[in-house]
């Protein structure tokens, strides 16, 4: 236990000590110098997303200011394109460290007697209602849209969007986070049309100055007076006036506070900082690394000492008399029997070793800080980028494990490898982006990255899948410590928890069990666009369960052996594997309380993407169970005498 938590600080330390960042400094100026060329902050318009909608939208569906389209806009990487994202530089004029007071940036008028008019009204109040939300960048840093937070001895609370308006129902109830004026009875769609921008920067010696924060305030006001004060000024409501007309004036402030305490590389702190998630992550991981570390320290003893009793009673026996035997040695003659379906059973571990490997270079590389916290797509970017380079060791595992079984069609085990898991996963996600351009959404891929995709899986993984599939079978087949024999043992009754099924099922309690916290807040990144950022603590979490994955399933193996079943090839793979399924209901459980989404669209959404992972969630730790079992057992035999 002592090594354990020795282990444990040293990782972190290692994570915290090795952090770097992923982007340079710009240095901004009033007036371009040698050293200084930037004087305008350009703001950056992102996807629309809501907790209560599985489908993002482009910022220029709807009917708001024009983008400004001479300026092109930065590239998207793979993972940004799966999120929706969609950068668009706007109109929003920000020039160094001047000041701005309620600045027209343009006005959109809406006639009731105008379809299409009436359309982009209604499109509006739409994503109103279900709260939808806006995402700006500047410098290279997320808008903060921060809030009073009720406990006066908390931080305020700053969140990385905004709402486009606000839905407050005849009972005068609204979901978001602002209390414009109503009237009771009635419902009221308020449009969010003026912005407070405060920039804090930190000042340079050379004159210039560094972004350091920026906050926003988005308020609803019905003033088209440029220069006036946005904040006196009536709510604008969408509603259209006595002639049948609607005004919406889009204005923006800008101010400027110089903070010279925090450092540009600490910039993030306060949006990180800002919720109380963050220590309830420290104190509920913390804990369950505990538990769990003193849970396998004690299966792990009890495992090693009660088989140090066997492996001494078994070698003391004679071993002409095969009476005598008992337990798990009597069945050494049929342990190594190759399972059914086979081929099967090494296709699926292949692919546990592709996605084992993919996760863990992604984990270490993100832990050692290469991972810009802004930009979640680079994280699946690279994500899908290792999953594709480490093919060979796919086929590799794939072809030893299937020569082992004494399995003679190559050509078919090679390409079940190659196609079978990315076919059924391309294949859902191709159904799944048909929904998503159907309903409009930025999460669509284009069809040029959609091919894109497919050509790095046909021209980059297949081939190295064929390479580490010719060195598998190249090699010798793998020699098992005890011989076959021909005529099967006869397997007596099992009692229920060494049964099929049972046996699966529990073989997922543990390991979920370990991860269940980390589970929350992974779907709360993905599912309510929270930022994520402790990737050490995903490391970590992931190393304990690897860790309990293959205890639980060496446990499980060691009684289906004593209970004379010698079926483990299968019941290995599909114990430590079940721990996707309570992954699934996890998902459930999650959609139902903590998202309010609403629509078929959105459930098909959520859950298809879940179905994905949930399958990579499978196969890793399947893997895992798998080969910690198949080197236990080939342990065990090893060190007993046989006939």
């Not at 090795?18 to 400094?25: H, M, R, S």
């Not at 003893?301 to 066997?310: A, K, N």
């Not at 059924?424 to 982006?433: E, G, M, T």
């Not at 021909?486 to 229920?496: A, K, N, T, V, Y």
Request: proline residues 4%.
């Amino acid at each position: 236990m002592r090594n354990h938590m020795l282990l444990l600080l040293f990782l972190i330390n290692s994570c915290l000590a090795f952090y770097l960042p992923a982007i340079a400094p710009v240095n901004y100026c009033a007036v371009p110098t040698d050293t200084c060329k930037n004087t305008i902050l350009p703001v950056l318009v992102n996807r629309l997303d809501s907790t209560e909608s599985a489908i993002p939208y482009d910022y220029t569906k709807f009917d708001f200011c024009p983008i400004d389209k001479s300026k092109a806009p930065p590239s998207e990487n793979l993972g940004q394109v799966l999120f929706g994202d969609r950068y668009h530089v706007s109109e929003y004029q920000i020039q160094w460290k001047k000041s701005e007071t309620c600045k027209k940036l343009c006005d959109k008028t809406y006639k009731q007697a105008n379809k299409d008019d009436l359309s982009n009204l209604e499109a509006i109040k739409k994503i109103i209602a279900q709260d939808y939300q806006q995402h700006w960048v500047v410098d290279n840093m997320p808008v903060a849209w921060c809030t009073q937070n009720t406990n006066s001895n908390q931080k305020d609370i700053c969140t990385t969007s905004f709402p486009v308006g606000c839905f407050i129902d005849k009972n005068g109830q609204t979901l978001s986070r602002c209390d414009p004026p109503h009237v009771s009875g009635k419902e009221y769609y308020y449009l969010l049309n003026h912005v407070e921008i405060t920039i804090e920067y930190k000042s340079m010696n050379d004159g210039s100055g560094r972004v350091v924060a920026v906050k926003i305030k988005p308020t609803s006001h019905a003033s088209s007076g440029e220069g006036e004060s946005c904040s006196n000024s009536q709510a604008l409501a969408l509603e259209f006036d006595s002639s049948g007309s609607l005004t919406v004036p889009y204005t923006y402030s800008v101010t400027w506070v110089e903070n010279n305490k925090v450092e540009w590389a600490s910039r993030w702190d306060y949006l990180l900082n800002s919720s109380n998630q963050v220590n309830v992550q420290w104190y509920s991981i913390l804990n369950s690394i505990v538990i769990v570390l003193f849970l396998s320290g004690m299966v792990a003893m009890i495992l090693l000492r009660t088989l140090h009793r066997d492996i001494a009673r078994y070698n003391q026996l004679d071993p002409e008399d095969p009476q005598e035997e008992f337990g798990w040695k009597l069945v050494h003659g049929d342990v190594f029997r190759p399972p059914r379906k086979g081929m099967m059973l090494s296709v699926l571990i292949g692919s546990g070793a592709q996605v084992f490997m993919m996760i863990s270079v992604t984990l270490v590389v993100s832990c050692l800080g290469f991972l810009y916290p802004g930009n979640r797509g680079f994280l699946l970017s690279m994500g899908v980028v290792m999953y594709v380079c480490f093919g060979s060791p796919a086929g590799y595992f794939s072809a030893r494990i299937y020569k082992s079984f004494g399995g003679e069609k190559w050509k078919s085990n090679v390409l079940l490898t190659a196609f079978f898991v990315p076919a059924i996963v391309f294949s859902v996600f191709f159904v799944l982006n048909l929904v998503l351009w159907g309903e409009g959404s930025s999460s669509a891929v284009p069809f040029g990255t959609l091919c894109g995709v497919l050509a790095l899986w046909i021209c980059v993984s297949v081939p190295l899948t064929f390479v580490g599939a010719f060195f598998g079978f190249r090699k010798e087949a793998i020699t098992y410590p005890t011989q076959t024999n021909q005529i099967p043992r006869h397997i007596p009754e099992q009692s229920f928890y060494t049964k099929r099924v049972p046996g699966i099922l529990m073989g997922g309690v543990l390991p979920v069990g370990s991860v269940f916290i980390q589970l929350y807040f992974i779907f709360n990144s993905i599912w309510a666009h929270q930022i994520y950022y402790m990737f050490w603590f995903l490391f970590i979490v992931f190393l304990i369960l690897v860790i309990t994955c293959a205890e639980t399933t060496i446990l499980l193996c060691y009684f289906h052996l004593c209970s004379e079943d010698y079926h483990w090839w299968w019941r290995a793979y599909l114990s430590s594997g079940s721990t996707a399924l309570y992954f699934f209901l996890y998902s459930i459980y999650f959609y139902a309380e903590r998202l309010q989404m609403e629509g078929a669209a959105s459930l098909f959404i959520f859950f298809g993407y879940t179905f994905i992972m949930a399958i990579y969630f499978f196969l890793l730790t399947g893997f895992v169970g798998f080969m910690s079992c198949f080197f236990f057992i080939n342990k065990i035999y090893s060190v007993v005498k046989t006939d």
